[in-house]
């Protein structure tokens, strides 16, 4: 199938690729220094000398995506979707996890549909709205566009993996402003979102109603459109209990806990707080590599995988911090501006879509190891331990150097 | 309104810009802002605080002979943390230490402060369980042995009222003002010597630092956080003399009673004993239900201390008071002779003379050499309950004699409130006060007191607060505290008083007349009273009370046999072992015109 284009290499995004290989290498850094705390030297090589296994893998099928024409994804993104939606039902009934239902197991091997069903949602999202006679602004179309992303995200929402299914739904105001949709219309659309998280207290509720109301007033809409975003943020708001009651106990945990209205100091907040006592004591420049009292003691669990960021912070200080947090930084907006320059508009739209999900990860597990974003479970690009996770990562980033290589192509 | 590429690029990379500054602001915060406030905090998770407890202090006699020794045991710990969900460990520490399960749970929920400080369970495990749990560490998880010292005894001296025992801190006494520096699981004086002198014996706390992980496991030691040695605690020296508390322990054996032996100088205890007794070294490790129930159901009552802490009717010894009050108020005459025909009838009730036959006519010196009942039953209704009263308050009955002991009895000394509110105002005769010349009836002492009453005669009227502790060392400056004990005088009785009665008391030891034969050391003048107390429980408790050497007292005691009989036959002859064998070991300086005896 490999189909030979004009594939430009002179256009490698070089520093994309720097910015992914230095990432994946602090990452390894971290996992060996966590890792060493758990495991006797044998299973330390093991775990370690898995990940770097992961990555060479990874290089390859981030080659792979890289030389396929991104004609080869616009014409199979629906069958992508088409399978991965058949996987995601297939999990809930067959799928391990702990009480959950979230990949299927190959003898030693996991495989998470939720992973490949994020690409899938990016590239079926992105070929529906760069469809030709496609316009957001016909409420047919809208509600389709909608409906692709939200099927997976409820799917996923439904394992249970809160944190997947809202990086699935995450996708949907930054790639619509991006395919021209009014700002307005997509503050319509993230308003209920605000006004739901803000209505656990009064007193945020009000704000952001205000907040609202402000908006409504300064861009002068119609009195219809008005009694419109208010009637839907109130029913959000009023809607908030209903959906609370739905949530799993330990989601709710997560989230009192994040609202700061819970005190959980054995479960999600015993290792929120481990995290920023490794991650404040790091200082500046840190404790030194292994040299991690929080770390090397074993006071955070996870600490390998989703709370690998605080390892960063307790040994390599403020210092790795920015560094770690630069490098992120550099790579998507360099992605940004190859989704500005890019001619395809589904190309761009799907640059759009991967930037939008490094982002939300990095922004979520980051904030999550200092107490500003809840505890969801979303593992760090490149840096946390795990195959499925890295190799998801790099297709995303080999989509966008594919991308970059042919961004003065027509589709 | 339709934006063009660039500014799509510019709005979304702002936005981006946005929250990254956010998280960098958030992250420059805690670790640049906050970071010293995690410092410490990731000091307080890593850092364990190890107490190493000090040595105890020893305790010595006046010759410094070793009485109380520290002996090294072992306890179990186990850190909480690693032994949840693992309940094989459990089992197998259970029946190691063989105690079942649930007291493990038990012992573990009373005593843990946090999931990862490790918590005793068991003090003073066998040589075995140790052995097998340094064999099983690997099956045993969580689970490790720390030494501790434990009292040990070396000599045959038992003196366990003496001594007294350790025990855990409880909850109330750690909760008290004196509880600083104390810890759960502390051992400390519950009794005798160890409560009284536990602030010196104790010593001070040392700590370690040792690193720990987040199950509490010590993962080596931490440079920055020097550990501080504990203080060892003061060595005691008793006043006791060690071999004069053991004869007497061996004579004294089988017998209920015991001996309070004081220097007459300055008050010193030489030997305190009460019989029966226990073997000290059962408290010195957790007592087994079954030794405590025999011994707090053993009808002797071996817990007791009988020379500080039971009450008993004084008998004729207690004539000694009445004599010195009758003198100093003017109301006895010396040279008054009373007719004993063997019986004193007063009102409709006869009161008998220990002698059957009668003492004849008696004056002062006789009726106590010869003990004769009638004469201070004469004397006692003519000095009055009053002056009874009065004289026996000024010789410290009816209050404790301040002993360095817990748990002292003050006695009781009654008089005519004491009687109004026992018996009603006008329900009670003088025939109270016909017993009480006798030293029966309602009258209370300690052995205690009455060998401080010979104390106080020998000395003719000096007396001290008896006194255990005699230096307090500290063995790592061996700077040592003496703090001699309080001297006290009797006012207002003349020495010619005391020096009439002490002269009737040498003559109840060596007089024709006298009632303590038995306690006729060769070579040494005695002086001393008999006492037969008659008791509701069963034969006559015997007592002794004296002094020698008569011309210069160096000890007086007192020495009190329960049930024993006739104060001549059961109790003197402890006070001669007591003489002679001080004797024979020169602690008494004979006076060369001495030696009148026989």
Partial sequence: MLIRSETDFRQLDKSILFAMVLLVGIGLLAIYSAISAYNTPAALKSNFAKQFIWFVIGIGIMSTVMLLPMKYFHKHAYFFYGISLLLLVAVLFVGGGKGVHRWFQFGALKFQPSEVAKIATILTFSRFISSEGCDLRNYRHMAIAVAIVFVPGALIFKQPDLGTALVIFALVPPMMFWAGLSPFIIFVMISPVLTFISSFNYYTF??????????????????????????????????????????????????????????????????????????????????????????????????????????????????????????????????????????????????????????????????????????????????????????????LVGLILNVGMRRFEYL | MVLNERSKFLIYSGFLLLVFSALVIRFAYVQLIQGEEYQEASDRNRVREIVIDPPRGLIYDRFGRLLVNNQPAYSVYVVPAELKNRPEVVELLASTLRLTPAEINARIKRNSLSPVQPVKIERQISFEALSFIKEHTLDLPGVFCGVESRREYPTMIRAPHLFGYLGEITESELSGSKSAGYRQGDLVGKKGIEKRYEEFLQGKKGFRYAQVDALGREVGELAEFPSKPPVPGRNLYLSLDASLQEAIEIAMTGRRGGAAVLNCKNGEVLALVSEPSYDPALFAKPISNAAWSELINNP?????????????????????????????????????????????????????????????????????????????????????????????????????????????????????????????????????????????????????????????????????????????ENPVTDEKMHDPPDSLKIEGINVEHYERVKQAMVLAVSGPFGTAHSAIVRGVTTAGKTGTAQNPHGDDHAWFIGYAPYEDPQVAWCVFVENGGHGGAAAAPIARLIVSLLLSQKKLIVPTSSGAAD
């Avoid at chain 2, 003990?371 to 410290?396: H, I, P, Q, T």
């Fill in chain 1, 206 to 395: 009000l704000i952001a109603i205000l907040l609202i109301c402000a908006v409504l007033y300064f861009t002068r809409r119609p009195v219809r459109t008005v009694i419109f975003v208010l009637t839907l943020n109130v029913m959000a708001g009023a809607f908030t209990p209903v959906i609370w009651n739905r949530l799993h106990d330990y989601q709710r945990t997560r989230v009192l806990t994040f609202v700061g209205l819970q005190e959980d100091p054995q479960g999600t907040g015993y290792q929120v707080n481990q995290s920023k006592v490794a991650i404040g004591s790091g200082g500046f420049f840190g404790k030194g590599w292994q040299e991690g009292s929080q770390t090397q003691l074993r006071f955070l669990p996870e600490q390998h995988t989703d709370f690998v960021f605080s390892v960063v912070g307790e040994e390599f200080g403020f210092f790795g911090v920015m560094v770690v947090l630069g490098l992120f930084f550099m790579l998507l907006i360099r992605a940004l501006q190859i989704a500005a320059q890019t001619k395809s508009k589904f190309s761009s739209l799907v640059v759009i879509g991967c930037v939008t999900t490094i982002a939300f990860h990095v922004v979520i597990n980051t904030g999550m190891t200092v107490g500003i974003a809840p505890v969801t479970g979303i593992p760090l690009p490149f840096l946390s331990y795990g195959g499925s996770a890295l190799w998801t990562n790099m297709v």
């Fill in chain 2, 300 to 472: 002797a009552h071996p817990l007791y201390d009988r020379m500080v802490q039971s009450l008993y009717a004084p008998g004729s010894t207690y004539k000694l008071v009445l004599a010195l009050a009758g003198l100093q108020t003017g109301l006895i005459d010396p040279r008054e002779r009373v007719f004993c025909p063997g019986y004193f009838k007063f009102g409709r009730r006869t009161f008998k003379c220990h002698r059957k036959g009668g003492h004849g006519s008696v004056d002062l010196s006789r009726a106590i050499e010869a003990s004769c009942d009638v004469y201070f039953y004469r004397m006692g209704l003519k000095v009055g309950l009053e002056n009874w009263s009065a004289y026996s308050r000024k010789f410290g009955f009816g209050q404790r004699s301040n002993i360095d002991l817990i748990g002292e009895n003050a006695g009781l000394v009654p008089d005519e409130d004491y009687f109004d509110q026992r018996y009603g105002k006008n329900r009670w005769t003088k025939g109270q006060l016909v017993n009480l010349s006798i030293g029966q009836g309602d009258l209370l002492v300690t052995p205690l007191q009455m060998a401080c009453l010979a104390m106080a005669i020998a000395n003719n009227g000096h007396t001290f607060h008896p006194r255990l502790s005699y230096l307090i």
